[in-house]
């Protein structure tokens, strides 16, 4: 079974935060899904962080209340997702929060727990990922993030 690369951009990294935009990569590069999403569609998503909009990821709330997805189309293709793949995250514990957030939102949990990246390679090749990650400068845009990580997983896993 393949396995699954998934990143969430945020509002903010305040613990009001929510997702904007999240995106998946599989490993092999078959298949890829990448949305902005819409933080009116949630209710109650209010929390923004203009220098995380100016300076990290780009995104503006205005452009992803008018080409964001509704959370309930978002939370879907998710299930889908999570029904289907081992899914992996380089910072789970954070787009866990975001997922479960994404979810609480239509009265839902999500079907499944993100797993750690350093899961995706052998035991002994982990700290070789470790050292990759700590140096790779991110785009910061959800489908683009998950494009490196999974390059990043195949070179380790590669060994090269």
Known sequence: MGMVI??????????????IEIAWF????????SKLINPESAGGWDDWDSYAEAEIHGLTRERCCQE???????VQEVEELFLSYPVFSDA???DQRWLDRL????????????????????HDK??????RLATVVRPHRALADCQMLAQIVREVRAGV
């Open 103 to 122: 979810f609480e939102a239509v009265g839902k949990r999500p079907p499944a727990k993100l797993m750690p990246l350093d899961q995706a390679v052998s």
């Open 92 to 94: 789970h514990w954070q």
């Open 126 to 131: 982990r700290s070789d990922l470790a050292a």
């Open 68 to 74: 964001g997805a509704n959370v309930l189309t978002v």
């Open 6 to 19: 998934l990143d969430i951009e945020a509002s903010s990294l305040s613990n009001e935060s929510y997702p």
């Open 26 to 33: 599989d490993l092999e590069g078959k298949f890829d899904y």
